[in-house]
T-cell receptor, first 115, second 112 residues
Framework: EPEVTQTPSHQVTQMGQEVILRCVPI?????FYWYRQILGQKVEFLVS????????KSEIFDDQFSVERPDGSNFTLKIRSTKLEDSAMYFC?????????????FGPGTRLLVL | DQQVKQNSPSLSVQEGRISILNCDYT??????FLWYKKYPAEGPTFLIS?????DKNEDGRFTVFLNKSAKHLSLHIVPSQPGDSAVYFC???????????FGSGTQLTVLP
């Protein structure tokens, strides 16, 4: 069964450093998403991406964040200058993009720890 | 922001019995609801969904009920199995937006 994959599974970085989280969405899906879950908190939406541009973004997704689809398979989230509060589990998701009411399929997540 | 609420952080049920997980929402624009299951160190796994034009959707052991007037939905699992032990998240989306708003989750423990 097709699935969303994410690398790395864990990332430790120093405050102020740049990190890039990688995702491979399900191959025929057209919509891609990033969510995050800070420990003990809810899963929160960050951004959605369609047709090589941002479709929606939340207040969390400020100028230090960016997303990119550098090739036909990868979808990346870049955090330019990490802060302690960026420590969280980051989930990538994808959906077919055919209807509004469709399922988003999530990857296993990347645990980011900012020291 | 408490647009989607799961007021029970945990629930324990005996194997073979029914598990009922509840979710309330405040945003009347929500028109599509999903339930996800999450094991530790894994991503959320889709279980079942329901559109606001329906009041019930069933898939095997899982049934979701939607009460729009009460802004309440519930997930019924019957019979419950030990492998169902996980955190269950309710999520909702509104109109043309694709972002999902999640509840805080309910830890279900099914006792053998």
């Amino acid at each position: 069964e097709p699935e969303v994959t994410q690398t790395p599974s864990h990332q430790v970085t120093q405050m102020g450093q740049e990190v890039i989280l990688r995702c491979v969405p399900i191959s025929n899906h057209l919509y891609f998403y990033w969510y995050r879950q800070i420990l003990g908190q809810k899963v929160e939406f960050l951004v959605s991406f369609y047709n090589n541009e941002i479709s929606e973004k939340s207040e969390i997704f400020d100028d230090q964040f960016s997303v990119e689809r550098p090739d036909g398979s990868n979808f990346t989230l870049k955090i330019r200058s990490t802060k302690l509060e960026d420590s969280a589990m980051y989930f990538c998701a994808s959906s077919e993009g055919l209807t509004r009411q469709e399922t988003q399929y999530f990857g296993p997540g990347t645990r980011l720890l900012v020291l | 922001d408490q647009q989607v609420k799961q007021n029970s952080p945990s629930l324990s049920v005996q194997e073979g019995r029914i598990s009922i997980l509840n979710c309330d929402y405040t945003n009347s624009m929500f028109d599509y609801f999903l339930w996800y299951k999450k094991y530790p160190a894994e991503g959320p796994t889709f279980l079942i969904s329901i559109s606001s034009i329906k009041d019930k959707n069933e898939d095997g052991r899982f049934t979701v009920f939607l009460n729009k007037s009460a802004k309440h939905l519930s997930l019924h699992i019957v019979p419950s199995q030990p492998g169902d032990s996980a955190v269950y998240f309710c999520a909702a989306r509104a109109g043309s937006a694709r972002q999902l708003t999640f509840g805080s989750g309910t830890q279900l423990t099914v006792l053998p």
